[in-house]
């Protein structure tokens, strides 16, 4: 199964903001921080109802060449065993930038979110702004395995916050 059928993500508020609270808690460090998003699919409606946001143990580090997060493999392998207790799966991670949003070459060689049609979504400066959709620059793993970004109209009309 692939999510590329996948016409509209419901976001809870509470997820975001869950969300937003460590990104920014993140960012008050001067770190990035990453988040993901679970929950079930709906194929025949090809909605997907984010359930719960995850907050990985991470390390965050920010060196010379720029800042980085790392979630280590005991920590992805005990992602998935929640996920296959609750039935739920991944379609979204979203993480923090310093200044602007954008997909660096790391993100695209080291995603946490591997299904074709799942979402990569990038907040500009450490996410201390207000939420806003338009501030999210959101990219979708295309099945050749690169990110495409999707344009703000796209956005809108995928993602509905709940």
């Known amino acids: 199964m692939n999510f590329q059928d996948i016409k509209r993500i419901k976001f809870p508020m509470v997820c975001i903001e869950t969300a937003y609270d460590h990104i920014r808690q993140a960012g008050s460090q001067r770190l990035e921080g990453v988040v993901l998003f679970a929950g079930t699919y709906d194929p025949v409606e090809k909605v997907f109802h984010v359930l719960e946001t995850i907050v990985p143990k991470q390390v965050s580090v920010n060196i010379d060449q720029g800042l980085l997060y790392a979630v280590d493999g005991d920590e992805l392998h005990r992602i998935n065993v929640h996920l296959h207790a609750t039935k739920q799966t991944l379609v979204a991670q979203l993480h923090s930038h310093p200044s602007k949003a954008y997909h660096s070459s790391t993100d695209d060689a080291f995603p946490i979110i591997t299904k074709v049609g799942g979402f990569s979504i990038v907040?500009?400066?450490?996410?201390?702004?207000?939420?806003?959709?338009?501030?999210?620059?959101?990219?979708?793993?295309?099945?050749?395995?690169?990110?495409?970004?999707?344009?703000?109209?796209?956005?809108?009309?995928?993602?509905?916050?709940?």
């Open 123 to 162: 907040v500009p400066n450490f996410g201390m702004e207000e939420f806003s959709l338009d501030k999210w620059v959101v990219y979708r793993l295309n099945a050749n395995g690169f990110w495409e970004e999707v344009g703000l109209t796209k956005v809108t009309d995928i993602i509905e916050v709940i």
